[in-house]
Nanobody
Framework: QVQLVESGGGLVQTGGSLRLSCVASISTLRFNFMGWYRQAAGNERTLVANIHSTGTINYADSVKGRFTISRDYAKNAVYLQMNSLKPEDTAVYYC?????????????WGKGTLVTVSS
């Protein structure tokens, strides 16, 4: 069974930085995409950033220029470096991995890590 374990969340002041980590229980070579989503209280879960196995990266417009996603195959990990944090970045951040086979798409999720940005 695939497990994704996030770490690195916490409380930070506006303008501060945090680095989120997500480690998978299996080789991440299986995953076509790995990325991060977030869900603020009362809102839907939305994409923050993801990275394809080819290296193509997507960012939400709200985090472009501030967040950087990276992937380490040797460590079965994906990271999210978050700089210049704003109160509106406050949310639970979820690690996501997508496995695309010939006839199916499977999403795997971590349990989430809370990021709180104080004003």
């Amino acid at each position: 069974q695939v497990q994704l374990v996030e770490s690195g969340g916490g409380l930070v002041q506006t303008g501060g930085s945090l680095r989120l980590s997500c480690v998978a229980s299996i080789s991440t070579l299986r995953f076509n995409f790995m990325g991060w989503y977030r869900q603020a209280a009362g809102n839907e879960r939305t994409l923050v950033a993801n990275i394809h196995s080819t290296g193509t990266i997507n960012y939400a417009d709200s985090v472009k220029g501030r967040f950087t996603i990276s992937r380490d195959y040797a460590k079965n990990a994906v990271y999210l470096q978050m700089n210049s944090l704003k109160p509106e970045d406050t949310a639970v951040y979820y690690c996501n991995a997508v496995e695309m086979l010939r006839s199916s798409v499977t999403n795997y999720w971590g349990k989430g890590t809370l990021v709180t940005v104080s004003s």
